[in-house]
């Protein structure tokens, strides 16, 4: 039998998974960045977000997913009554930037999610929040206060 013959239907179901593969979903960011916000420190809030869109520049929009990760006194950064910029926060939640707040912070200070800017998502323990993501691979900050 003749060897070429025999290596066509290979190559062909070899090239058909190779389609099949390449459509069940895009290619995660190259770049995740987890942000620990665990400071009450306003400053410190401003400074996160700049850190956020300096990396997002500088790393890519595309390629890059942030997650900024407030709890304890953090938690503020993303209350309503105290978000230090709460426009620019909404900005970027637009893009591929998560904040995400602490369901355990939020009960022992007897908050509701309408209490957070409108765009925050709730998870229920920050700090398990930080350890399953550097856990997953991503690359973890915590600005000083």
């Known amino acids: ?58 790393l890519g929009t595309e390629e890059t997913t942030i997650e900024v990760v407030a709890y304890g006194p953090g938690l503020g950064m993303l209350l309503a009554a105290s978000a230090p910029d709460p426009e620019r926060m909404e900005r970027l939640s637009r893009g591929s930037v998560v904040f995400a707040a602490c369901r355990n ?3 022992s200070r007897q908050l509701t999610p309408e209490a957070l800017l ?9 700090v398990a929040e930080l350890v399953r993501k550097q856990e997953a691979g991503w690359s973890y900050l915590k600005p000083g206060s």
């Open 1 to 58: 039998m003749n060897k070429a013959l025999f290596l066509l239907p290979a190559m062909a179901l070899g090239l058909a998974a190779g389609l099949t593969s390449s459509r069940r979903q895009p290619p995660s960011p190259r770049h995740r960045i987890l942000f620990d916000v665990s400071t009450g420190n306003a400053e410190t809030w401003t400074r996160i977000l700049n850190n956020v869109e300096n990396a997002m520049r500088d």
């Open 118 to 126: 409108g765009f925050a998502q709730v998870v229920p323990s920050g």
């Open 105 to 107: 912070t939020m009960e």
